[in-house]
């Protein structure tokens, strides 16, 4: 069954809203840039690539509503959209490459009339969309054939269709070796602090027939230590030049954990998540988020209000601990040269 969580209807950007899974499938229209952005800030959608693409459509919006007369009016409009779409969530580094990506459209068509420029704008989200979906598919491949007949993976957040404009990325390596008859048990760990394993991943796993079983994220090392996993693959929301990967807060301690124990760790991701400016992790913005997220477990209170929180959204994982990063160019072993 294929899952949808953005794309182009009506003239107007359709988002799945994740906030609501797995209660309620319900989607949302969105016409104005700033809405999408708000959109991307409260998760309703979510995932490094999935941002990316819902940020390429909201510039194409900006494009749309604004009343520029002239290219230089036009690129002011544009760059205020960019700049309050790429300042929503920092870490992955898709939001910003689609975000250039489609200025940088804008910027080769200069001469070009501005209805031509705006019609040009779309048809790039469009093209950002169907290739993500397109490079899902061969990250799939690709890391299906690292995959052990009978395997029993364990995966971390959801980097899967919902993630992405469709298919995913490490649950996209899970669902082709699915596919290929490979997979006994996907291990699901929940995701604290807004449990997109749990809510998302887990009900991926249910419309697609795949065998999973959800567990605490604390209870990940004792699975592990008794032998049920074989191998570890996460997503990714951005990779330094040396390989160390930012990804959910929590997929450190998996890796480390998996080292521990002598599991493969793969991290399978398009190529548009390899930031090529940054030597090592060391440079990754680490979002932090509302403190509600930690004080709360679905809208209810579980901890002081008095209490202080520190509540990263993701963690660093060191290149070292990666056995292998897979992409839709292939895989990659450590010493990385992307
Ligand atoms: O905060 P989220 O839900 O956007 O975090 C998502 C992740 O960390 C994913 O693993 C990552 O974006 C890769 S998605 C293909």
Not at 127 to 139: K, L, P, S, Y
Not at 167 to 179: E, I, K, M
Not at 230 to 235: A, E, I, N
Not at 248 to 277: C, E, M, N, Q
Request: aromatic share 6%.
């Amino acid at each position: 069954m294929t899952v949808t969580p953005v794309r182009w209807a009506d003239d107007r950007l359709v988002l799945l809203d994740q906030t609501r899974l797995p209660v309620e499938e319900v989607e949302q229209g969105f016409e104005r840039w700033e809405d999408v952005a708000t959109a991307i800030r409260s998760l309703v959608v979510r995932g490094a690539p999935a941002i990316g693409v819902a940020a390429a459509y909201a510039v194409a919006l900006a494009a749309r509503a604004s009343h520029a007369t002239t290219f230089d009016a036009l690129l002011a409009d544009l760059e205020t959209a960019a700049r309050g779409l790429a300042a929503t969530r920092p870490t992955a580094v898709n939001l910003c490459w689609a975000v250039e990506r489609v200025k940088r459209v804008a910027l080769s068509a200069r001469a070009r009339p501005l209805a031509e420029i705006r019609a040009r704008l779309l048809a790039e989200a469009h093209a950002i969309r169907e290739e993500d979906i397109a490079g899902n598919h061969a990250i799939g491949a690709h890391g299906a054939a690292l995959v052990p007949a009978g395997a029993r993976i364990l995966t971390h957040c959801n980097a899967g269709a919902l993630a992405t404009a469709g298919y995913g990325t490490a649950l996209g390596v899970v669902r082709a070796a699915h596919a290929a008859g490979k997979v006994a048990l996907v291990w699901v760990d929940e995701t604290r602090p807004v449990l997109q394993g749990a809510r998302l991943t887990a009900w991926e796993c249910v419309r697609e027939g795949i065998p999973h079983r959800l567990i605490s994220d604390v209870a990940a090392a004792s699975v592990m230590a008794r032998g049920q996993v074989d191998l570890v693959v996460t997503g990714a929301d951005r990779i330094a030049a040396n390989g160390d990967t930012a990804n959910k807060v929590g997929t450190y301690s998996l890796a480390v954990l998996a080292r521990h124990h002598g599991v493969p760790f793969y991290v399978a991701a398009p190529f548009s998540t390899i930031d090529p400016a940054l030597p090592s992790g060391a440079g990754i913005p680490i979002e932090e988020r509302d403190p509600a997220e930690v004080r709360c477990v679905g809208g209810r209170q579980i901890a002081p209000l008095e209490s202080p929180v520190y509540n990263p959204a993701f963690d660093v994982t060191p290149a070292a601990l990666i056995t292998a990063i897979v992409t839709e160019r292939g895989v990659f072993r450590p010493p990385y040269r992307f």
